[in-house]
């Protein structure tokens, strides 16, 4: 009987081993997860567990779900290396084999060297659910929070913050940016935090541990908190691939449709996938769904399907934020949509006259109608008449 091997039990691998049932999948499927407890996604970590919501929302499927499906799930199983010759993984205190790998072990936290005593000393960093809760739990007590890194994962957590009453620094580059949406694309970031009274600083020069807290220099002057979270970004977790698989800066190295070599994958997170990879695909839930459903397809041997259109999106003080298709830094952006006070709502990103990209923020109609206009041509005309 055929063995896949899943490793990682996050929205990725978890989605592999769906759709491999889906399509008629019959061998044997386990499924390797470093973590303890049952799987998890992560998008609720910070806009449910923060706001000190059950950490039980985040689940992904339960213990009778994975029955249903068939899958041998070993949690605090995490595989050591790789041996590709012998098509053997090392997990602690054995080996397992399989006959096709799929690599879905994610991204983790990054902590640059300058900024790893801050992490020794306790400022805490948003990855897994643990994090969440230990975070969530800070800011119960919490007097301020100083977030180091205004992204996305930075500003939605001091919107969660915020929402919970606690005054809140964000530290961010001069540059507001959120996920893809950087330049133009971020302009209404910057009012929505100061809206909700998020003290916003730029030009960080110093962070650091005082008596009872932390501070943190800045243009604007110092900050002092008693709780400090890193946002500054994450890597893929394929360290441990690097004697075994080509992996490079930005994760597995993989073709098109998830392949690293014969009989072995890579999704989500990890992949550092060619050609389709932009900043709206990057790291994003929805690309490690349709990227895991890829690879089902190819294991049951069906054709490669059409890739699905690179979405993304988020949630800052309430405001829904979204992204689709393609938006390279030589994009062309325009605003499509104003609210009645003038401010930009929906934007679209163009190649050569051709509309690769869309956005919108706090308005889920206005993304629909900006989604509509991909691959059209002539609407910069247009807005420009
Ligand atoms: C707080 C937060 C909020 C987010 N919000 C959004 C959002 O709003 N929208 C959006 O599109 N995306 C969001 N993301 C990103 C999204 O969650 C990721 O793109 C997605 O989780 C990637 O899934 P994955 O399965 O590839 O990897 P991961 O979710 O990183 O999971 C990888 C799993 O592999 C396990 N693992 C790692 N190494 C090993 C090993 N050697 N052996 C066994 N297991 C291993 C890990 O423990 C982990 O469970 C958010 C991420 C975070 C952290």
Known sequence: MTRVVVIGASVGGVTVAQSLRELGFDGEIVLLEAGVGLPYQRPPL???????????????IDGPGLMAI???????????GLDLARRRLRLPGEELGFDELVIACGASATVPTHLEHLVAGGAHLLRTREDAVGLSDALEQSRRLIVLGGGVLGSEIASAATARGVPTTLLSRTEQGVGPLRGALSAPLLPLHRAHGVDVRTEVSDVGRVAGGWSAQAREGEVCADTLVLAVGVHATA?????SLPVGPDGIRCDAS??????????GDAADRA???????????AAAVAEASTVAAALVGLPTRPAALPYFWSDIHGVRVQAAGRISPRAVIEVVERSVTGDPVAFVAAEEGVVAGAAAWGSPRAFRSARSLLGTSGVLEEIAR
Do not use: N, Y
């Open 275 to 285: 050609g389709g990879r932009h900043e709206v695909s990057r790291r994003t839930q």
């Open 70 to 80: 068939g899958v041998e799930f070993r949690p605090g199983a995490r595989a050591l």
């Open 46 to 60: 910070s806009k449910a567990v923060l706001l000190g919501q059950d950490p039980g929302t985040a689940d992904l």
């Open 239 to 243: 360290d441990w691939l690097a004697d």
């Open 258 to 267: 998830g392949r690293v070599a014969p009989g072995v994958w890579a999704i």
